[in-house]
């Protein structure tokens, strides 16, 4: 089978809501931004707000009419292109069409050369981000904003490290959590001067912003902040909203989609108000809240369901789609991350999410794990397989041949299977071999060991496209200044 | 004879109505509020909390138990001066400027409200100065922060620092809880104590004071 950086169903039959369930949610929605209204922390949001018409005379509650929705919903894009960093097309978000992206940095890792948990240091968000570029079914990057931070980098300076270090080792597409919005303009700069200016940028976007509404209905001043600068630039903006059924949001999972919807729905209107156009991608974390030890839990089979659905309300409106996958409450790699790893690839691919992040991820989002993006690479593979189209033509079907072999004849030596036998799919990390009889020598194979192998040969052996020279120490110099606005000195800590 | 042992389940059960007649029933036959409280409430509620820590309970059950504790003590807390039995701790609570997150803290709040606690909670996105004003209207033994964003921890210091001049730390603890928080950071800004979630926030408010 050819390699390709996305997976599709197709045609994409698998579907948990029905029309007019659909229809029922949408309604809802409507009725919460037009009844109970949403919170406006942003003079120039609620500006362009109240010129179009929604009634802004409490901006804890700002009410927003239908047409108003529906507008937003027709002029926003229903498709986002993803380039490389050389300004190349890679990848069409839209349809069912399944990417998935992984993470370089978190609070600690979990160190693949002895397994044990530490702080994440910057060579380890190095290797992270050169892993990212090697590993085939990661499209993507998604950075967070720990880089250098448990060394005692400041926390503004964390996020936008991480960026830098994810930019310099990977040429594919890269978003991040951006602390404040002059962190956005800050990692904007630098993303245009690549790009050879604002414009090319905006038509050839290798990076997408990333803002957060807070549930229940709230938009926070930061997040409307960064929202109008992404908008302003034309540049794909990642709303994701993360409602916990029982907590910031009914513990009913319509109510919940509801809720949700109504916080994206909302920011997509804003979003069309300060440019018609301007790309969002519809970020969607539904999930419980785990009434044991109140957490968000990241291996919920909730989160795939409610997930799955939000996919649906996205597909529904013709939105490109956050999912998550390929996260885990795991600490240690084994049987709860293989499962809820698998469990998440699956529903995604099934669903038809278009970009799923979080790839990496260990309790609760506090520890990022090399071997855990390795293995739900392996997984991506392997949910490729069981997406596949089943063919019904003459050769597929190969009834010549059955007819040639008969009863009780091999199949093994005819031409036909030598055609076909390469598209089975063959595991690199899960272990098929024999394992030794009982009182032999030697021991089994471990798809474990396989798995550390593997991940330690590609974080030695892959070197990433590197920028051009001159390039490279101009965003040095950009970032340079970020160290010394801070009174800082230029140096990563150790 | 009333049995008060049915207090204590009722608690338990957060069935608050039954709680509230028998504490009222409790008071018509002269049992005093002190023992109320020692002898059945507050044992009820730290059961509760036992069977949580256990996993037997889950968080909503734990909070409709807190329920029942509060509407039972709504006729004993007019006499328990009267009675000369100690009053409950007050607790100020909120989340620092810039940070909008209001959950962590309102679990917080409920927990501490279950254990016995005087709950005074002023929000989310509050000024540092706030708190300090906060802590002195109400006369609070425990100041309890929440933030969830790295950006907007060092609000928390800031809240420190101004603690320390304006003298209220002598007799108001300063405990400190969110996602990033870590008992590390709570030691380098010199918090009194640190919970890593809503269950140990009660643990570590109870050792800085002693029982509610």
Not at chain 1, 75 to 85: I, N, S
Request: contains cysteine; glycine residues 10%; negative net charge.
């Amino acid at each position: 089978m050819m390699e390709q950086n996305y997976l599709e169903l197709s045609p994409p039959l698998f579907r948990r809501l029905d029309d007019r369930q659909l229809a029922r949610i949408h309604e809802a929605t409507l009725d919460i931004l037009s009844g109970v209204g949403v919170t406006v922390d942003c003079a120039e949001a609620l500006e362009l707000l109240d010129g179009a018409g929604a009634d802004v005379s409490n901006p804890k509650r700002v009410r927003i009419p239908e047409g108003l929705v529906a507008k937003a919903l027709d002029t926003a894009p229903k498709e986002v292109v993803l380039h490389k960093r050389d300004g190349t097309p890679f990848v069409r978000l839209s349809g069912n069409r399944c990417t998935f992206g992984g993470t370089p940095d978190q609070p600690d890792i979990l160190d693949p050369r002895d397994g044990r948990r530490r702080p994440c240091r910057i060579s380890d968000v190095v290797d992270n981000a050169r892993l990212i570029d090697a590993l085939p079914n990661l499209t993507w990057a998604f950075t967070s904003e720990w880089a250098g931070y448990p060394q005692g980098l400041p926390a503004v300076l964390a996020g936008k490290v991480s960026f830098m270090i994810q930019l310099e080792n990977s040429d594919k597409p890269l978003g991040s959590s951006i602390a404040n919005v002059e962190n956005l303009k800050d990692q904007i700069e630098v993303c245009s001067l690549i790009a050879g200016g604002d414009e090319e940028l905006r038509r050839r976007p290798f990076f997408f912003g990333s803002v957060e509404p807070i549930s229940p209905l709230v938009h926070g001043r930061d997040a409307l902040e960064k929202t109008l600068v992404l908008a302003g630039h034309g540049l794909p903006n990642v709303v994701y909203s993360m409602p916990m059924a029982g907590a910031t949001a009914p513990a009913t999972f319509a109510g919940t989609l509801a809720v949700m919807n109504a916080e994206l729905l909302s920011h997509l209107t804003v979003i069309q108000l300060k440019r018609e156009g301007a790309p969002m991608i519809y970020g969607a974390m539904p999930n419980i809240i785990d009434m044991r030890t109140t957490i968000y839990p990241y291996g919920a089979p909730e989160l795939n369901l409610l997930v799955g659905a939000a996919t649906e309300l996205a597909h529904s409106y013709n939105l490109p789609m956050l999912g998550t996958a390929g996260c885990t409450d795991a600490k240690v790699i084994g049987v709860q991350a293989g499962l809820e790893v698998a469990s998440q690839c699956v529903s995604s691919a099934l669903f038809g999410a278009n970009m799923v992040h979080d790839v990496g991820l260990m309790d609760h989002a506090t520890m990022i794990s090399p071997e855990l993006m390795v293995l739900t690479d392996e997984i991506i593979r392997m949910t490729g397989v069981m997406l596949r189209s089943l063919e019904t033509d003459d050769d597929s079907l190969a009834l010549d041949l059955i007819w040639k072999v008969g009863p009780g004849g091999s199949y093994l030596a005819e031409d036909h299977t030598l055609d076909h036998f390469r598209s089975f799919w063959a595991p690199e990390i899960l272990d098929r071999t024999r394992g030794p009889k009982p009182g032999s020598p030697g021991s089994a194979v471990h798809s474990e060991g396989l798995l550390r192998e593997k991940t330690l040969k590609l974080i030695a052996g892959h070197t990433p496209k590197t920028l051009e020279e001159g390039l490279l120490g101009e965003i040095k110099k950009m970032e340079k200044s970020w160290f010394e606005r801070l009174g800082l000195d230029h140096v990563y800590p150790e | 004879m009333l049995d008060l042992s049915e207090l204590k389940e009722a608690i338990i059960n957060g069935e608050d109505q039954r709680a509230l007649d028998i504490t009222r029933q409790a008071l018509d036959e002269q049992v005093s509020p002190a023992d109320l409280i020692n002898q059945w409430m507050i044992p009820a509620m730290d059961e509760v909390g036992r069977r949580f820590e256990a996993q037997e309970l889950f968080f909503p059950e734990m909070l409709i138990a807190a329920r029942a504790m509060k509407r039972a003590m709504e006729p004993v807390r007019p006499l328990l001066s009267a009675s000369g039995v100690k009053p409950t701790a007050r607790v100020v609570i909120g989340t620092v400027q810039g940070d909008l997150h209001d959950i962590g803290k309102n679990m917080v709040g409920h927990m501490l409200e279950g254990a016995g606690f005087e709950i005074h909670d002023i929000g989310i996105d509050v000024p540092a100065g706030r708190f300090i004003e906060a802590v002195r209207e109400h006369d609070a033994q425990i100041l309890a922060i929440s933030a969830l964003l790295t950006t907007t921890m060092p609000e928390m210091q800031k809240i420190l620092e101004l603690a320390d001049k304006s003298g209220i730390r002598g007799r108001t603890k300063i405990i400190v809880g969110g996602a990033p928080i870590t008992q590390a950071f709570a030691d380098e800004i010199g918090a009194d104590g640190f919970g890593e979630n809503a269950g140990s926030a009660v643990t570590v408010a109870r050792a800085l004071v002693g029982a509610p």
